[in-house]
């Protein structure tokens, strides 16, 4: 039960997200199919927990110097990557931003590029959420072709 916890928690984490959950849980013999359900839905939850921090604390918060010197940079980059997917795709660029599983482009980054770009909340909800659907079946992907490589070369 503490590795699915673990497993979790990294979907939930802004940096690994399912880029550590699932390889994470299936390291820790999970079975990948309930790896894959587990960690896509905890880490659709960042969708509505960013949405609430965005509309509530951080406005709390940017009042504070630091903060609001870490936010604007992170916005700035958030603004940059996003704007062109979005322009030329709309919702449909939120998607792949979010699909592509690399660093800063996973649930969070997208939800705050939905929120900054002023798009529909729960129209946005359901692009995201497909984002990590399919970031999720790729990175399951990449766990087993990895997985699978290493059982060959260190034979």
Known sequence: MDKIIHALILSLLPISELRGGIPYAVAHDINLVTAFFLCVASNMLVIPIMYIFLETVHKIFYKVKIYRIIFDKYVNRTRKKAEKNVARFGYWGIMLFVAIPLPVTGAYTGTTAAWLLKLQKRKSFWYLALGVVIAGVIVSVAT????????????
Do not use: D, Q, S
Request: hydrophobic share 60%.
């Open 144 to 155: 087993v072709t990895g997985i699978g490589l290493m059982k060959i070369f260190i034979k």
